[in-house]
């Protein structure tokens, strides 16, 4: 069965730094485009980030800098690191990917439940 | 960035209504449009991708149509299942840019 499970979220305080973690199982992270989507409380939904399989990176505005993805092929596990955190980072944030079907569209087929994170003091 | 405005936000109808949601690219996006469908406290659900091709498993009562800048997504025969919020996507280019999604609710 094709699937990904998120795991990393919490609560961490304005300025700090956490790691989100997104196994898959079904399929190869490294073939596939893995991307990140977070929704905030009450809001739709915001693109974040991409990493696609040759490796090339892609980011929102409003977390270029501060974010950064990478993947363990040993684990088959796709991260999104969170570093600077603001207290509008806080949502709840789906990794997400595409099957050979929608690839070429860019679209997410694929997708984890989600993980919370919430900065706060 | 191209910003995907979605109408109507909102929208209240009856089981076997017919619902049409549209969505406008501030640019042309060609066919990079998808259509995803989103139960509270759910992950998002593919519906729609490339504009118009129904992903496997969906039912035929959705469609959709469009292209360049201006989208529609049909539910022919809404059914107590659908009532969800529904959210377009554009990944034409990065940053893949959502609408602020319409809510369908039961009247």
């Known amino acids: 069965e094709v699937q990904l499970v998120e795991s990393g979220g919490g609560l961490i305080q304005p300025g700090g730094s956490l790691r989100l973690s997104c196994a898959a199982s079904?399929?190869?992270?490294?073939?596939?485009?893995m991307g990140w989507v977070r929704q905030a409380p009450g809001k739709g939904l915001e693109w974040v980030s991409m990493?696609?399989?040759?490796?090339?990176?892609d980011f929102a505005d409003s977390v270029k800098g501060r974010f950064t993805v990478s993947r363990d092929t040993s684990k088959n596990t796709f991260h999104l690191q969170m570093n600077s955190l603001r207290v509008e980072d806080t949502a709840v944030y789906f990794c997400?990917?595409?099957?050979?079907?929608?690839?070429?569209?860019?679209?997410?087929?694929?997708w984890g439940q989600g993980t919370m994170v919430i900065v706060s003091s | 960035d191209v910003q995907m405005t979605q109408s109507p936000s909102s929208l209240s109808a009856s089981v076997g209504d017919r619902v049409m949601i549209t969505c406008r690219a501030s640019?042309?996006?060609?066919?990079?449009l998808n259509w995803y469908q989103q139960k509270p406290g759910k992950a998002p659900k593919l519906l729609i991708y490339?504009?118009?091709s129904l992903l496997t498993g969906v039912p035929s009562r959705f469609s959709a149509s469009g292209s360049g800048t201006d989208f529609t997504l049909t539910i022919s025969s809404l059914q107590r299942e659908d009532f969800a919020t529904y959210y377009c996507?554009?990944?034409?280019?990065?940053?893949?840019?959502f609408g602020g999604g319409t809510k369908v609710e039961i009247k």
């Open positions: 997400a990917s595409g099957s050979a079907v929608v690839t070429p569209f860019d679209a997410f087929d694929i």
């Open positions: 079904g399929f190869t992270v490294s073939t596939h485009y």
């Open positions: 990493l696609y399989s040759a490796g090339a990176t």
């Open positions: 640019q042309g996006i060609a066919s990079y």
């Open positions: 490339a504009a118009s």
């Open positions: 996507q554009q990944s034409y280019t990065t940053p893949a840019t």
